[in-house]
């Protein structure tokens, strides 16, 4: 296959970056398949696709590296990747020397609206998703559109579905965008794409100002999470995809919790199936109920589960675990 | 040997903590050797003594172990041991669900004066200590100075070079007061012991406090830590007797530089004397030098250093490391 070439703006800002420090570019090795590297081999470090790069074994790896090429306090970690590279490399950016800049190139829609921000780093541990990781802001993050436009087809339907938390939780104006151009949409329309990120970036960035450390409003943004998390492990979904069926999930518990007014739960599942999004839940199967107990949300037993009043607006209800699955599974 | 019973103060206070919250308790095994342990072997994880604990396989033991005991993030993990134990500690909970509590029993000087306070976790990586770590103030410390009775003495004999450092580079009277009951110290007088402890720790609280993050006044408590590191490192010296030479490397820079007069110099090493700390620095070897070239102070190959200017205060000043090894080796 013909290599493209590296997106220009990523590109201009990568160079900018290397030119003026020291940097160690770590890289997702599906880019290194699509698009010709502009960047000096020694100073990069491909690592397999998605989530198996989240381990201690990656880590080690890029810290041997950096190590080796004798970095100091003023060199920066460049990740050009999806969420799980930005997150790991975050992650190692935040314990070398108690904390280097990291530099997050997203390069997919997922990492774009949603995983590059907000100051998570994360890997996984045990089978557990993010169990271990911490709290370090970017140093920057370059976002670069051109890169969705080879993004496949699961990873792209991956993205939309943390489109969806934004636009069912927090934003109904969101959610008419989404719902009245989704044959755009689909057909990756970069502008309507452009307005889409923008709006879910700020809508993070507004959030996470007001509370770093998910003590209160953050947690709002875990919709379709707790269920979208298990889900993704137990039964191998994209993250998106997971999400969009825990949303699915929080909909049916507000709905029986007699909160979410019936209308507003069938605009959301109606919405959903235009995007060809799977509505029904899975069986809820003994591993997922383990994934759920070593949730990190989780606090003697209980859970700040995050429900839907209606389109646009979400609350924060703290419930016992076990009532959480009855009120969705019966 | 006969066990000794578990120092009173500190089995009242964690107990305490046992009682009302899930806590797993990781304990060096020379205290285990040393006293009757009196809590639940089921939430007890013994690491080896000193250095060798501080690996990412240690951080990954201990992971395991909470993860199988599904600790949420109420949960707490108390670190009995020095200072290598309290970092290990610290440095897990601080990555665990992205921050949990630590709580910190010092059981040696050394770890009583510095080690657990001022909210640094480290590891060791690649030979290189303390390169890998992040900031994360311990929950609590529980301070017993009936441990310091029962350690060894080339322990304690570390624990006394670091207390050098906080009377020679920050307080006169403390310094004053090590040079003239030098021999109630040395035979672990309580209540010196408990005027030294107080002093050293309220020194250290008051620079942490303006400057968390080492970014100007903290560093200097890094005094005698730069050589210091290299030669604990590549001798093998305990740290205190490390960082004994690293202040008498900084004092023979301060002296050559024209700033630390002869009388202070002398005052310095004659106190070293007195406690049959040596003065006479190491031969540098290429290894120490790789190790100085991986200090985490070192910018783009300059370091900000610490020097004296008389008995009592230090500064801080930006060298060449070529620069300092000149002004020190000759």
Avoid: W
């Amino acid at each position: 296959m013909k290599l493209l070439p590296f997106p220009h703006h990523a590109h201009t800002a990568i160079q900018e970056l290397i030119n003026t420090q020291r940097c160690v570019i770590i890289i997702d090795k599906n880019i290194t398949k699509c698009y010709h590297i502009p960047f000096d081999r020694e100073n990069l470090l491909i690592l397999p696709q998605g989530e198996c790069a989240k381990s201690f074994t990656t880590v080690k790896k890029i810290l041997k590296k950096i190590t080796r090429s004798q970095f100091d306090r003023s060199c920066s970690l460049i990740g050009i990747g999806g969420g799980a590279l930005c997150d790991t490399v975050g992650f190692t950016a935040s314990i070398y020397m108690r904390g280097i800049s990291a530099v997050y190139v997203p390069t997919t829609l997922l990492a774009q609206i949603d995983a590059a921000y907000g100051g998570k780093t994360a890997i996984n541990f045990m089978g557990i998703k993010n169990l271990v990781g911490t709290f370090h802001n970017p140093h920057k993050i370059i976002s670069d559109s051109a890169f969705i436009e080879s993004q496949n087809t699961r990873e792209y339907y991956s993205g939309l579905g943390e489109v969806l938390k934004y636009a069912i939780g927090f934003d109904s104006e969101l959610f008419s965008t989404v719902k009245n151009n989704y044959e755009s949409i689909i057909q990756r329309d970069t502008h309507v794409l452009d307005t889409i990120i923008t709006t879910c970036t700020s809508i993070k960035d507004s959030i996470v100002k007001h509370d770093m450390y998910d003590a209160h409003v953050r947690k709002k943004l875990n919709l379709g999470h707790t269920f979208g998390h298990a889900y993704e492990q137990a039964i191998h979904l994209s993250h998106g995809h997971a999400v969009a069926l825990g949303i699915v999930a929080s909909s049916i518990l507000s709905k029986n919790m007699g909160i979410l007014p019936a209308n507003d739960f069938f605009e959301i599942i109606n919405c959903m199936k235009l995007y060809g999004f799977n509505t029904s839940l899975p069986r809820l199967t003994k591993k997922m109920k383990t994934l759920l107990i070593h949730d990190k949300k989780i606090l003697n037993k209980t859970i700040d589960f995050i429900i839907i009043e209606k389109i646009g607006k979400t609350d924060i209800i703290n419930l016992e675990l076990t009532k959480v699955l009855e009120l969705v599974y019966g």
